[in-house]
């Protein structure tokens, strides 16, 4: 029944932490004014409506113009879930086993176990998250592959154009490529309601290319910018040179609770089925849509 692969030596009491893989996880969902709708338990409809030649000649006559279009998007979410279960008896050749309470009835996970499997659960959960939101394709195979991420939305909806391999030389130049290609309509917008979504590396590359500059790359307060945009690393590409412009709360997440991302459970089995083994259980739901692609610039 052991579901845990050991391939830890004991040593003793000096070591006490599990030192965890750094994870690039749940940067989306993190993004200040994505529209994230919560409680959605089964589907959640999107109005989107458009006004356009409304404005005609003077008359006497009321004559409609029928200028406004009212079309609408679904959120409907998909349930994910973590299911990892621990035995006992696969913690007693590890150097965990020093902290576990004496006696077979009052044994126990030690803290420090629980600690790191559960930031690890978590860490990872975010960051197979942030690539399901970018990256799901529902006619995959995947298991997961219940609903479109942004990626394959934006493909065949957005204002697209081709990237190419970016590098310190040029990443400034498919930036600007990608800012080229919003509508004008987008433009108008005030630069804090827009994002530009790029990868880590992008994003380096970008801090390098300031530096050969010569210009400082402390990034002000943090946040770096694009003409006052705020350029936002993500790691839910697919592609390291993708670039995504577009208006913060055109992008939906759907989920029921957005704490469900951060919380996991651990139920002890020798309370319930009698097992010497403890569980740990993670549920949450998710779907993603973006109300208007042909208002997006997508570099891929």
Known sequence: MANINVTSTYAGDALKKYILQALIGGETLGTNGISVLTNVKYKRKIKKLAASGVVQAGSCDFNS??????????????????????????????????????????ENLPQTLVDGLTTAYIGQFAKEVEEMIWQNNKSGSGGTDCFDGFEYILATGAVTGATSAATVSNVVT???????????????????????FVSHKLLSLYEMNLATQGINTTIMGGIPTLYGIEIKAVGGFSDDDNIVI??????????????????????????????EAV??????????????????????
């Open 279 to 300: 569980r740990f259980i993670m549920k949450a739901k998710l779907d993603v849509a973006v109300a208007y692609p042909a208002e997006v610039a997508f570099l891929f």
């Open 174 to 196: 498919l930036l600007n490529k990608a800012y080229a290609l919003l509508p004008a309509g987008v433009l108008k917008k005030a630069k804090s309601e827009l994002v530009i």
């Open 246 to 275: 577009g208006e913060r709360a055109n992008f939906y997440v759907g989920t029921d609770l957005e704490s469900d991302f951060n919380e996991i459970k651990m139920l002890d089995m020798r309370q319930t089925t009698g097992d």
């Open 65 to 106: 113009t029928s200028g406004v279009t009212i079309t609408e998007a679904v959120l409907e979410p998909c349930p994910f879930k973590i299911n990892e279960q621990i035995c006992f008896e696969d913690i007693y050749n590890t150097w965990d086993s020093a902290d576990m309470t004496a006696g077979l009835n009052a």
